[in-house]
């Protein structure tokens, strides 16, 4: 059965690196995907299943948990899509998960949205982060059918909107209250099967200075100098906080499982002027000994006890964007259950900790769905010049999927 799948994807795969490139030709920045959703629900009906539009709303900013690091974003007129191949009935249900934003182009990223293959490669932005998982959903629905698979279990498709600004499309999934018995998110795994994944929290920080001439030393008060030095005791934390996070065994591996980025400074508009206002945007990653919650309380702390006053006194502290770990035993039985469709796809796969943050604890988290995040290509290549994905990774992705999905929508 396993030859014949793989044979059936390898006969079926141009149609989805067809639909990979026109996909990769939108430009679907976040908050800009309305062009890229629109184009999927035409290729969806096609196949003949059911696709829903779920309708967005602005309400959503008023979720606890909606991140806002993009501002001036609406949601009147924009949707999700809710893709469903029925089934039989009696069956297990299975929520995929795949987002159709994509972040900015890279520096030195040529043509970004010109899709192009070179030795078996398709480079573009969201090649794999993550339009190609996009075409690999859509290779495994096409791959069903030309197999006359008749599921007793749903598959149901959720096609969202803002996922690299903090998973607000899957936010608004999640409130719909939709319960499946397992729920796999589609992002490039490396070849591995992500059952922890790490959280993050994505934080603002503005330092109050005072301003005044270059020449009034003492009169002043540097908010760019004051940023450094909060830098300096993020960095502080951050070593502390790693220190004390090791001990799970998929996470170990990486020498820094949990990284602090800054990503953003923005001060001043003068050289000869100490500036009044600094403001610092980053993100932090953390494992699961901690909560989002814990996380936030504790970056607070951390500026307010430094024991540098300056500091201290004069800083505010928000934060855009929180996610908690999404953890998952590797002995229960989604897990097993893919790994299985991979020894029978012939594919090599093994359980690691993703060490980045996705959308996955919405479902496993918020929802009580046993969620894993498994996908097409590398991550390595994600938000990247040279952001990939090699379509035999697409092949073999499809296999396993297909095959996991036979045997675990029964």
């Not at 940023?227 to 951050?238: Q, S």
């Not at 996070?245 to 170990?252: A, I, N, T, V």
């Not at 290549?381 to 040279?386: I, M, R, V, Y």
Request: proline share 6%.
């Amino acid at each position: 059965m396993s030859t014949t799948i793989r044979q059936t994807v390898e006969q079926l795969r141009p149609d989805a690196q067809r639909f990979l490139a026109d996909l990769i030709r939108i430009p679907s920045l976040p908050g800009q995907e309305q062009e890229v959703t629109l184009l999927c629900e035409r290729e969806f009906r096609q196949l003949g299943v059911t696709v829903e539009r779920i309708p967005l709303s602005d309400t959503l900013k008023q979720d606890p948990d909606y991140s806002d690091p993009v501002p001036g974003i609406g949601y009147t007129g924009r949707f999700n899509l809710r893709i469903v191949r029925r089934g039989t009935g009696g069956g297990r249900k299975l929520i995929v998960n795949a987002h159709t934003d994509v972040v900015p182009p890279s520096d030195g990223q040529a043509n970004p949205f010109l899709p192009r293959v070179e030795k078996g490669v398709m480079f573009g932005r969201g090649a794999c982060d993550d339009k190609g998982q996009i075409a690999l959903f859509y290779l495994t629905l096409r791959v069903l059918d030309a197999l006359g698979a008749k599921l007793p279990g749903d598959l149901v498709g959720h096609l969202v909107v803002e996922e690299e600004n903090g998973g607000n499309g899957s936010l608004a999934m999640a409130r719909t209250g939709e319960m499946a018995d397992a729920c796999v998110v589609l992002e490039a795994s490396d070849g591995k099967l992500y059952t922890s994944i790490r959280g993050a929290v994505w934080f603002r920080l503005v330092l109050h200075g005072k301003a005044g001439h270059s020449g009034q030393a003492g009169q002043t008060r540097s908010a760019l100098l004051l940023a450094r030095d909060a830098i300096a005791i993020l960095e502080g934390f951050h070593d502390e906080l790693l220190a004390a996070s090791w001990g799970f065994p998929l996470f170990d591996p990486s020498p820094n499982p949990m990284p602090i980025t800054f990503g953003r400074l923005e001060a001043g508009n003068w050289p000869a002027a100490a500036p009044s206002r600094a403001t610092l945007e980053g993100v932090l990653g953390f494992l699961p000994n901690r909560t989002k919650e814990q996380i936030c309380a504790e970056m607070r702390e951390a500026l307010e006890h430094s024991g540098n006053e300056a500091v201290a006194r004069n800083f505010d502290l928000g934060f855009m964007y929180r996610h908690d770990c999404s953890v998952v035993d590797p002995a229960h039985a989604l897990p097993q259950a893919v790994l299985a469709g991979a020894r029978a796809a012939g594919v090599p796969l093994e359980v690691g900790g993703m060490t980045a943050s996705c959308d996955a604890w919405f479902y496993n988290n918020q929802l009580g769905i046993p969620t894993v995040v498994y996908g097409a290509g590398s991550l390595r290549f994600a938000h990247s010049k040279d952001e990939q994905l090699a379509l035999q990774d697409l092949t073999d992705a499809a296999t396993v999927l297909t095959s996991f999905v036979q045997q675990f929508c029964r």
